[in-house]
């Protein structure tokens, strides 16, 4: 299984970045597709998942400011992240995740880094 994330890298508070993540070795359909981040010193959190059937859910954080999507014929996820604050900054993950199968079925990519200076 592979989760290949890419698209970090620096940007000016306001700016724009959009994250994409290539899945290889699962079978897509069947994953909620997510992103998570982990800002130095603190803790991994959610930040957006997407099931195949379009259910959306946000961290409060990143509403209206983010928006994630997938494109199943291509077994990618993205994150569109618009009106970047400094707090956005973090290592940013892509996850895939069968919870009904249980952990074995959770999986993570390398994570990309974002950084927004102020």
């Known amino acids: 299984v592979q989760l290949q994330a890419s698209g970090g890298g620096l940007v000016q508070a306001g700016g724009s970045l959009r994250l994409s993540c290539a899945a290889s070795g699962i079978s897509f359909l069947f994953y909620i597709m997510g992103w998570y981040r982990q800002a130095p010193g603190k803790q991994r959190e959610l930040v957006a998942t997407?099931?195949?059937?379009?259910?959306?859910n946000y961290v409060d954080s990143v509403k209206g400011r983010f928006t994630i999507s997938r494109d199943n014929a291509k077994n990618a996820v993205y994150l569109q992240m618009n009106s970047l604050k400094p707090d956005d900054t973090a290592v940013y993950y892509c996850?895939?995740?069968?919870?009904?199968?249980?952990?074995?079925?959770?999986?993570w990519g390398q994570g990309t880094l974002v950084t927004v200076s102020s």
């Open positions: 996850n895939a995740n069968r919870p009904e199968l249980g952990s074995r079925f959770n999986y």
């Open positions: 997407i099931t195949n059937g379009g259910d959306i």
